[in-house]
């Protein structure tokens, strides 16, 4: 199976502009490509993870990537999906959040010795001046044509800013940047970048008379059809001090019935006869491929060494089995017991499992507390010290938040 017919059996490929030509290029190890990554926050997310995925699989093809940070981009802003303008950051932000991401991207693309490359267009949008910018590629935009596109219709319902509305010129003149300058002949993206990419091919062409290609990935979309990579407290980070490895591990443990090989396709590197096989499965075996996919994401993200004690820790909650000290864990001092006791409320914030002490008597009246495999049926409920000796006490948040309390 070529590489272009495994992405496709995986349910990658959602647009192409020159199937053939594509085809060709990553199948032989010809395409110098590019992917984009605006640092609006200083960790990459679940929302990444795809692109990461597909830039490892065509650089073990023989590709080149080139990682492009939107140091410059950052400035403007994407508003693809957007109902509201995104939130303006400074200067000193957006370098900050490039160097966090350079970080994360190593884990995932080998740069060293040529075979990969990390470009920032900051380098080349911040010097531009405003006129010399409208002559070089203003000149070669339809503004008819680029009100039809789709990453800018939610927008316009609200008020699409002049700001915004640059955004896919200058990002046409990246990939216009990364073609003469490195010879990028590919771009990939989103599905929700296909206009702004088909700006940058017809850049390329417009100004060199050269040909150049772009394919978009499918969304991480969940059976639902809403992105993937959120959860109740916000998005499901690639950091570990931002999402931890366990609840990035518990986020892909607890995906639909209906997600499960669809993920498994599109993010490991499993065969894909294993996963076929896998989609035969049935019942409690459902959860063992859920084990499976969140073992394998984790692995890759933080480390084997983490998804395992990740797994040990989900599986002790729930099974005999599993070692209670790789639980997420919270350590009581002298300083937190008043009479020798401590509530349960407090017990509940200190871990981190309510947001408030309003937010730990709801979850107690409603019956969704345990401690100790008890639950707990009063919001006055207290618990003497020793009661945190040895492994300690497990409090459980619903059924899938708990945390290991000891002293």
């Not at 100004?207 to 969940?222: E, R, V």
């Amino acid at each position: 199976m070529t590489l272009y017919d495994e992405l496709t059996a995986r349910g990658l490929i959602a647009q192409v502009t020159d199937e053939e030509e594509v085809r060709e290029l990553i199948n032989n190890g010809k395409a110098t490509f590019y992917i984009g990554f605006d640092p609006t926050a200083d960790s990459l997310h679940v929302g990444h993870f795809m692109a990461l995925c597909l830039m490892k699989r065509l650089q073990q093809a023989g590709n080149k990537p080139i990682a492009l940070i939107g140091g410059g981009t950052a400035m403007i802003g994407d508003p693809s999906g957007r109902t509201d303008m995104r939130k303006m950051m400074t200067p000193e932000t957006i370098r900050h959040n490039c160097e966090c991401f350079k970080k994360q991207m190593a884990r995932f693309v080998d740069f060293s010795e040529g075979k990969a490359l990390m470009v920032n267009n900051a380098d080349w949008l911040l010097p531009m001046n405003y006129v010399e910018m409208l002559r070089e590629v203003g000149a070669h935009f339809s503004v008819n044509r680029m009100l039809t596109a789709e990453c800018y219709k939610q927008r316009m319902v609200n008020g699409l800013s002049f700001l915004e509305f640059n955004y896919m010129i200058m990002q046409s003149y990246d990939f216009y940047q990364l073609y003469r300058e490195y010879g990028c002949n590919l771009q990939f993206g989103g599905d929700d970048q296909w206009s702004n990419m088909l700006g940058g091919t017809e850049l390329i062409r417009k100004k060199l008379g050269k040909d150049a290609y772009a394919m978009t990935i499918t969304l991480l979309l969940n059976s639902e059809g809403k992105k993937m990579g959120k959860t109740a407290s916000g998005a499901v980070w690639l950091d570990a001090e931002k999402t931890s490895p366990y609840d990035f591990y518990q986020y892909w443990r607890n995906v639909d019935d209906a997600d499960v090989i669809k993920c498994l396709k599109l993010l490991t590197f499993l065969p894909l006869e294993q996963i076929e096989e896998m989609s035969r499965w049935q019942d409690r075996d459902i959860n063992r491929a859920k084990e499976i996919l969140a073992f394998e994401l984790t692995k890759m993200i933080h480390s084997e060494e983490e998804a395992v004690k990740a797994q040990e820790a989900a599986r002790a909650l729930f099974s005999a089995s599993g070692s209670a000290e790789n639980m997420p864990s919270l350590q009581l001092t002298d300083g937190n017991f008043t009479d020798g006791q401590i509530s349960i409320v407090e017990l509940l914030t200190l871990s981190g499992l309510c947001t408030s002490n309003g937010d730990a008597r709801r979850n107690i009246e409603q019956g969704g507390v345990e401690a100790g495999g008890v639950k707990v049926g009063s919001f006055t409920e207290k618990y003497p010290a020793e009661s945190f000796d040895g492994d300690g006490l497990i409090i459980r948040r619903g059924k899938k938040k708990f945390v290991r309390v000891y002293r």
